[in-house]
T-cell receptor
Framework: GQNIDQPTEMTATEGAIVQINCTYQ??????LFWYQQHAGEAPTFLSY??LDGLEEKGRFSSFLSRSKGYSYLLLKELQMKDSASYLC??????????WGAGTKLIIKP | SAVISQKPSRDICQRGTSLTIQCQVD?????MFWYRQQPGQSLTLIAT?????????ESGFVIDKFPISRPNLTFSTLTVSNMSPEDSSIYLC?????????????FGEGSRLTVL
């Protein structure tokens, strides 16, 4: 079957760094997306990885290891506005997005 | 990128009634996707709306319950029929950026339905 595993909730301090891990099992693989979703709002695109390694985009970086079925999202210099859910979503062989339940990130002052 | 407008943004509905959600995109797209997100849950794909053909429904979703229209390349509607409290959810319209099947998804603002 297809499965996504992310921590349900994480807490971090403003200004710190946090890493949100995601492991996945899919029928084939065509890349992996990370989305941010603030409470009551629609998800917004953060990053896309299709090759192994780290993709950096400002304060956010995303890493992929295809052999391990593993990705992480790294958030630096945390701000209060980063409090949101972070959704890991790999693409399977049919370009179907497989959505996890997301990780709720709580930022404390 | 794509700008997607959805309405209504929220509604409170009575059991047994039906509600139609509209989705308007600012560019022509081949496929439009309808998702449901129940409280605290992941996104669940309901169906893919293709212009000029019947929508493709995912397992667990049927046309009688969730009829979809796709009259042109920029517009689609999803109807939630004969609603029950279990249908209380956020319904999201989305499209892909870029050509073909690849590209990230852009989402509308969502329609939050509460069924009493």
């Amino acid at each position: 079957g297809q499965n996504i595993d992310q921590p349900t909730e994480m807490t971090a301090t403003e200004g710190a760094i946090v890493q949100i891990n995601c492991t996945y099992q899919t029928s084939g693989f065509n890349g992996l997306f990370w989305y941010q979703q603030h409470a009551g709002e629609a998800p917004t695109f953060l990053s896309y990885n299709v090759l192994d390694g780290l993709e950096e985009k400002g304060r956010f970086s995303s890493f992929l290891s295809r052999s391990k079925g593993y990705s992480y999202l790294l958030l630096k210099e945390l701000q209060m506005k980063d409090s949101a859910s972070y959704l890991c979503a790999p693409w399977d062989s049919n370009y179907q997005l497989i959505w996890g339940a997301g990780t709720k990130l709580i930022i404390k002052p | 990128s794509a700008v997607i407008s959805q309405k209504p943004s929220r509604d409170i509905c009575q059991r047994g009634t039906s509600l139609t959600i509209q989705c308007q995109v600012d560019s022509q797209v081949t496929m439009m996707f309808w998702y449901r997100q129940q409280p605290g849950q992941s996104l669940t794909l309901i169906a893919t709306a293709n212009q000029g053909s019947e929508a493709t429904y995912e397992s667990g979703f049927v046309i009688d319950k969730f009829p979809i229209s796709r009259p042109n390349l920029t517009f689609s509607t999803l109807t939630v029929s004969n609603m029950s409290p279990e249908d209380s959810s956020i319904y999201l319209c989305s499209v892909r950026a870029g050509q073909g099947d690849t590209g990230e998804l852009f989402f509308g603002e969502g329609s939050r339905l509460t069924v009493l």
